[in-house]
């Protein structure tokens, strides 16, 4: 029977906006949506911005795959967001997107937030099973958009 090494996961609060990090989003990002990548000063502001933690995922070193966790303030306390989870698909199956999630969670608890909120296209069965499993609750909503731009 063959051994095969224990694969590293590390994930980290993205601090530093350099041509790895660019070159990952430019990378990851056609994975998930039709939206364009983020240029370098894009994610600048994204990682300089205090209401909002950019999380890496590291395989092995190398960055497979990210989430997006904003917090704002409204009357009634703080909300709290997860958006933009994305995994390489040649990284996918190895609790990468579990990994990613509880960090979050972790620290939307730290920062006091009651809740953490989140969309997933039902298309996204994978993700829907975990967040499922990971205790999200799905809400009896409708969820509205209004295009500001196309």
Known sequence: ?????ERTIEIVEATLVDEELVAAFARLIPQLSSSPSPSAAQLEALVGDDDTVLFLAR????IVGSLTLAFYRIP??????????VVDESARGHGIG?????????EAR???????????????????RLYGRLGFEQRET?????????
């Open 1 to 5: 029977m063959a051994h095969t090494p």
């Open 98 to 106: 579990e990994s990613l999630t509880r960090c979050a969670l972790d």
């Open 59 to 62: 395989l092995d070193g190398a």
């Open 110 to 128: 730290r920062r006091g937030s009651k809740d953490v909120a989140l969309t997933s296209r039902p298309s996204r069965e994978a993700a829907n």
């Open 142 to 150: 409708n969820v509205y958009r209004y295009r500001l731009q196309n």
């Open 76 to 85: 009634t306390g703080t909300k709290t967001w997860i958006e933009d989870v």
